[in-house]
């Protein structure tokens, strides 16, 4: 009998450290035992310090290895996929805080175990992350593996010609596919739902790559045109992804799915939960589960509440105290605010402005 409980014992330990995630690179606690966190250190140790972070699986280890700079532009995609998730839900009951429990092993806390929207999201805008960093990165000579997108000027347009160095949002997609879905399993229902999106989050990435193009020759006369690909603001495509978020698909889990077979194989496919819903293309978001809920502290699950925050009276919208506060009121604080005014412009060329006071009404969950 303890036996059996000590094997079940392991494995809810091993299921747990296999929990977390490569976005766990975010995290400022994420450094080596010695208590020297220079990024020195960590790049001549790179090896063991890929070796050491146990929430990557071994293939993502192996990548993490490749070069010291790896780490770093991991780091950055783990960084910048943060940072956008938190100002994407800034106004959402679920602001995307990180590390709200420290016992957890990912840093979002427990609630990315739910297969939900949220979940979608994240997994989304961090696979786009890490294919954009690492575009940018190639671009920039920091890696070996890559560098400028050579394959753009095989086509050669006849008003213009390319040049200079184009963004290899290829290679960077090719490294996210490689790194991020790596750890997942299509034979399992969240695992086809997490590649699923991480093929989406790449997809804003790749349809937002813009052309930019400056003119040479004689003064003006722009006689030669220079154009070369350059990656989008990671700014855009977070909105974007926050416009798949907001129609996610609900989908069905394996046991409610039809399974198709093709040439002898079983096939799944994502289905959505109801008929009248529209089928998912590869641009969406899709999810399994309603999300927990948001509005109360979960000490478990890494969820703070909405209690403290600060809502807007007249808004109808997610940031307005009637949804934000979860039907549970709120208080209204007079604060002192202060801004520049009665700007003036002084010859030449200074502007001059006073600073106003005035006290405006703060409004506060409960
Ligand atoms: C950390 O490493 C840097 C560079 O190697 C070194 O200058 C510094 O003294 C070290 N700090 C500690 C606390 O060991
Ligand atoms: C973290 O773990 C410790 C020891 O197991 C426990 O006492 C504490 O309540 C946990 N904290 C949270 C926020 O879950
Ligand atoms: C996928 O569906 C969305 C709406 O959910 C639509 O806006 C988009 O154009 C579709 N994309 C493709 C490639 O069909
Ligand atoms: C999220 O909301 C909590 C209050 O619930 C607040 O303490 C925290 O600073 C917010 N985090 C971000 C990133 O906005
Ligand atoms: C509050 O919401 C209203 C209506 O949506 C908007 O016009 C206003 O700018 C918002 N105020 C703040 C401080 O965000």
Redesign the pocket.
Known sequence: MTLIWRALGTLLLLVQAAFGSWWNLAAPRVTSESGNSSLETVTTLHKEYCHRLEFLVERQRQLCMLSDKMIQVLQTGAVQAVEECQHQFRHSRWNCSTNTNPNSTDIFGGVLKFKSRESAFVHALSSAALAHAVARACSRGELNECSCDARVRKRTPRHWQWGGCSEDIRYGEMFSRDFIDSKEDKNTDEGLMNLHNHEAGRRAVRGRMQRVCKCHGMSGSCSVRVCWRRLPQLRLVGDALTTRYEGASYVKRFTLQIVERKRGKNIRKLRPLHADMKKPNKTDLVFLEDSPDYCEPNDELGILGTRGRTC??????L??CRLLCCGRGYQTRVRDHEEKCRCRFVWCCKVHCELCRSKRDHHVCN
Do not use: Q
């Open positions: 807007n009276r007249t808004s109808a919208g940031d307005g």
